[in-house]
């Protein structure tokens, strides 16, 4: 296990397609996030587990993005009828478990990059 | 609201050149974390360092060095004789310590370019 694993890597749909990615974190890592990466930005915040639960949301994660972590391992992204606006790299990091007063850096996957034509 | 600001878009520098990539940081909480991020072309972001608020001792690994100054809200980072395998783009991120999910606020990032 050397890091965190996406797949796929490159994603391409025609628009109202439904699209889902996969994400594996570090083994020991107990929390998990998404994150979403357009052209020029820097990562935006998505969604955080930790464990099997979902804790977070953000505003961005509209009714058309789900995320589920079943038994606390790996996690799935999955969009509904995809629009041209989801075209972005998605991203998925791992922490360990976070003790009083500490915070463990998060490792981020390869990403997935998906287009919606 | 956490915001974080990197104010150079895009740097270009001759190899061996020093070169400083700043960061500002907005937050109201006191307790805080900082982070550097590496970008290759690759896409991959590579962990390069975290800093918690408390502790404003400048830190040197190899060629890089970060001087955080709070009074400023400033985390800038220095590569010191830079190399063409530094060219990358640089994310400056902030971490709020409340019990939450400690998520990411990153800025939009600095480009750097070493030419040989």
């Known amino acids: 296990d050397t890091g965190v694993s996406q797949n796929p890597r490159h994603k391409i749909t025609k628009r109202g397609q439904n699209v889902t990615f996969r994400c594996d974190p570090i083994s020991e890592h107990n929390r998990l996030y998404w994150y979403r990466q357009t052209l020029g930005q820097g990562p935006e915040f998505l969604t955080y587990?930790?464990?099997?639960?979902?804790?977070?949301k953000s505003r961005l994660l509209s009714d058309r993005f789900s995320a589920e972590r079943p038994k606390g391992s790996f996690s799935t992204l999955e969009i509904q009828r995809t629009e041209q606006g989801d075209s972005a790299m998605y991203l998925c990091?791992?922490?360990?478990?976070?003790?009083?007063?500490?915070?463990?850096?998060?490792?981020f996957g390869p990403g997935t990059r998906l287009t919606v034509t | 609201a956490q915001k974080v600001t990197q104010a150079q878009t895009e740097i270009s520098v001759v190899e061996k050149e020093d070169v400083t990539l700043d960061c500002v940081y907005e937050t109201r909480d006191t307790t805080y974390y900082l982070f550097w991020y590496k970008q290759p072309p690759s896409g991959e972001l590579v962990f390069l360092i975290r800093?918690?608020?408390?502790?404003?001792q400048n830190e040197i690994s190899g060629r890089y060095s970060w001087n955080f100054q709070k009074s400023t809200s400033s985390f800038n980072f220095t590569i010191t004789a830079s190399q063409v395998v530094d060219s990358a783009v640089y994310f400056c991120?902030?971490?709020?310590?409340?019990?939450?999910?400690?998520?990411?606020?990153f800025g939009k990032g600095t480009k750097l370019t070493v030419n040989p």
């Open positions: 991120a902030l971490s709020e310590w409340q019990g939450g999910s400690e998520k990411l606020v």
């Open positions: 587990f930790q464990n099997e639960a979902q804790l977070e």
């Open positions: 990091a791992s922490s360990g478990k976070r003790l009083a007063g500490s915070s463990y850096e998060q490792y």
């Open positions: 800093r918690n608020s408390f502790d404003e």
